[in-house]
């Protein structure tokens, strides 16, 4: 069975002291035990070069919050795929919702920023999913499949891409879709992604969960079918409790 990834989300939290201690807490577990599932951290940008120093050569991967679409320019304050690739990330998040709102990103910047992901050599997480608005009104499989067409770049094969649903709603908010909604959109998921490769998927493109994943939630969630990992927010900011997510 393919390993989960269980990434964890500090979005604009942490210090110097924070991530020595939380990377500190995950290396040493990482070390001493074997898990079924790989681990990743997604620090603030200027967090990025202290803890891929840490994490360099260990089984922990490290994740940028965002990048730009360019290779490099005028453009203050934005961080560029190739760099996030010399600094020592394997993965960038792109489309997260709160990109989406904060930043007035869409499917078509989500989409750039991808294509310049893979061509630096790493992974984009793609971040999709529903408002609260959305499902009530019935669209969540409708707005789903157009963040999917819309956003993958033409680059992506189904193991240079990493997808993350992680309804709008239950973001930070406590409020966890049940087995039964998440298993219909990834299933959904699964099935677009297989008619969009040519090539036979089998079920090789990683599409993660997200919203509210906690340790107490986290089996159930990351036991449903096409659930490949989980994008943790809030409960990755403590060691014992991103730990416990991924090590079951
Ligand atoms: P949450 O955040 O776990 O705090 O809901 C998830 C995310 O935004 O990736």
Redesign the pocket.
């Known amino acids: 069975m393919a390993r989960k990834l269980i990434a964890g989300?500090w979005?604009m939290n942490g210090s110097l002291s924070f991530a020595s201690e939380l990377v500190g807490g995950l290396l040493s577990r990482l070390e001493q035990n074997s898990t079924a599932a790989d681990f990743a951290v997604c620090p603030p940008a200027a967090l990025l070069g202290q803890v891929t120093g840490l994490a360099k050569g260990t089984a922990l991967a490290v994740v940028g919050q965002d990048c730009h679409a360019n290779i490099s320019g005028a453009h203050t304050g934005d961080t560029s795929a190739e760099l996030l690739k010399d600094l020592g990330c394997q993965y960038v998040l792109t489309g997260?919702?709160?990109r989406r709102t904060d930043h007035g990103e869409g499917n078509a910047d989500v989409q750039a920023k991808s294509s310049a992901a893979i061509k630096a050599g790493l992974i984009p997480i793609i971040?999709i999913g529903e408002t609260e608005g959305q499902r009530v009104s019935g669209d969540t499989l409708k707005v789903v499949e157009q963040q999917v067409r819309e956003s993958l770049p033409v680059e992506a094969t189904s193991t240079n891409v990493v997808l993350?649903y992680?309804p709008v709603w239950?973001?930070?908010?406590g409020k966890t879709a049940t087995p039964d909604d998440v298993a219909e959109v990834h299933n959904f998921i699964r099935g677009l992604l297989d008619r969009h490769f040519d090539e036979a998927t089998d079920g090789k493109l990683k599409i993660l969960y997200?919203?509210?994943?906690?340790p107490s939630n986290a089996a159930e969630l990351l036991g449903v079918s096409n659930v490949d990992g989980a994008?943790?927010?809030?409960?990755?900011l403590k060691v014992e409790d991103f730990w416990a997510i991924g090590v079951r």
Request: glycine content about 22%.
């Open positions: 989300n979005k997260h919702s709160e971040c993350a992680e239950a973001i930070g908010t997200g919203g509210s994943v906690k994008l943790v927010g809030g409960a990755s």
